[in-house]
């Protein structure tokens, strides 16, 4: 609640000093406190105001009325621009609903009032500046701009999510209704893995954790008795990939011709495949590597092309000795291209 403080001397008749107000944490204030104040704010110095009755009042009275009043507006402002992402787009509990993606609902909250709006609502407009003061709360033509401005700004806004609504599914909703129905005849289902770049080597230490787990015998030679976690596998990758360095370099752009600066390529490549931090996105070339090492086959299935299987070793049998079976996404997450494992459905 604003404090009333002395000020400097009135003119006219004027009840002594103009009141002041202490400076509001808009923040931490609800919605019902800061209207609460603004009340008692306004009706202080309209109270003010109505003790100044000399005629060369008249003006001093708009100015403290108006500058009032537009802190007022630029509170409001910047309450509803801190509780955004709590309250959406729309006004406090009580009003029309922000959270619906209902196109009707939309409309009906387009013309329901929000906060600044239905403060202003409450108040007469004066244009010209004229008036004594006497016909209640007043806001500015500046004021008017900026609620016009802010009004034209909710209703582009809305036009968008009507927009979006009606477009339809996005590409990577799409994709992964694609690859489900894919998955599905064969008793498989998507695991999803952190989107960190180091997803494609999630998702295969996620296949070797589970075929470690059903493999039966602890005497088996199978790769699935191996321990291997994301780090580990970039550093794998990278040794497999100097190991044989002609089998992958020629794959790399950058790194196909000899020379120094082919060979700086190539060795700054792999220090970025070993890279955890800085999480280089692994692709193609990578799984094929990761397959050499692990002696094992990766079946990578993707939503809208043939299935893709890497390296001819383990992977034809059954449990721990099943290939090592990831996903594609082509359109994930809105970012771009990711991993993810692919596990039983049941």
């Given at each position: ?169 996005s590409d990577a909703a799409r994709e992964s209704d694609a690859l489900k129905k894919k998955l599905a005849p064969r008793g498989l289902a998507v695991k999803e893995v952190k989107a960190d770049g180091n997803c494609m ?9 589970r075929r470690r787990g059903m493999s039966s015998s602890s005497s088996s030679s199978s790769s699935s008795s191996i321990t291997h976690d994301h780090a580990a596998l970039r550093k794998l990758c990278a040794d497999a ?106």
């Amino acid at each position: 609640m604003g404090k009333k403080k002395g000020g400097g001397g009135g003119g006219g008749g004027g009840g002594g000093g103009a009141p002041t107000f202490d400076p509001a944490d808009v923040a931490s204030e609800t919605w019902e406190a800061m209207t609460a104040r603004h009340a008692s704010e306004t009706a202080t110095i309209e109270a003010h105001c109505a003790s100044m009755t000399g005629k060369k009042d008249r003006d001093k009275k708009m100015r403290l009325e108006g500058e009032v009043r537009d802190r007022h507006y630029r509170e409001i402002a910047e309450w509803e621009s801190i509780h955004e992402d709590a309250r959406g787009s729309g006004p406090p509990s009580g009003s029309a609903s922000a959270s619906s993606d209902d196109e009707g609902e939309m409309k009906e909250r387009a013309m329901s009032p929000s906060p600044p709006t239905a403060a202003m609502a409450r108040a007469s407009v004066r244009d010209d500046g004229d008036g004594d003061g006497d016909g209640g709360p007043t806001i500015t033509k500046a004021m008017k701009r900026r609620a016009k401005k802010e009004r034209e700004e909710r209703e582009r806004e809305e036009a968008k999510e009507v927009e979006r609504a009606n477009a339809g599914p996005s590409d990577a909703a799409r994709e992964s209704d694609a690859l489900k129905k894919k998955l599905a005849p064969r008793g498989l289902a998507v695991k999803e893995v952190k989107a960190d770049g180091n997803c494609m080597y999630r998702a295969v230490e996620d296949q070797l954790k589970r075929r470690r787990g059903m493999s039966s015998s602890s005497s088996s030679s199978s790769s699935s008795s191996i321990t291997h976690d994301h780090a580990a596998l970039r550093k794998l990758c990278a040794d497999a990939m100097r190991d044989d360095e002609w089998s992958y370099r020629p794959f790399l752009e950058a790194c196909a011709e000899t020379g120094d600066a082919g060979d700086d390529a190539w060795r700054a490549y792999l220090r970025e495949v070993e890279d955890v931090e800085n999480a280089r996105w692994g692709g193609q070339l990578e799984l094929r590597a990761l397959s050499d090492a692990l002696g094992r086959s990766i079946r990578v299935y993707s939503a809208h092309m043939p299935d893709v299987v890497m390296g001819g070793g383990e992977g034809e049998g059954e449990g721990g000795d099943a290939a090592i079976e990831v996903c594609y996404h082509r359109h994930a997450f809105g970012l771009g291209e990711h991993y993810n494992s692919v596990v039983d459905a049941t």
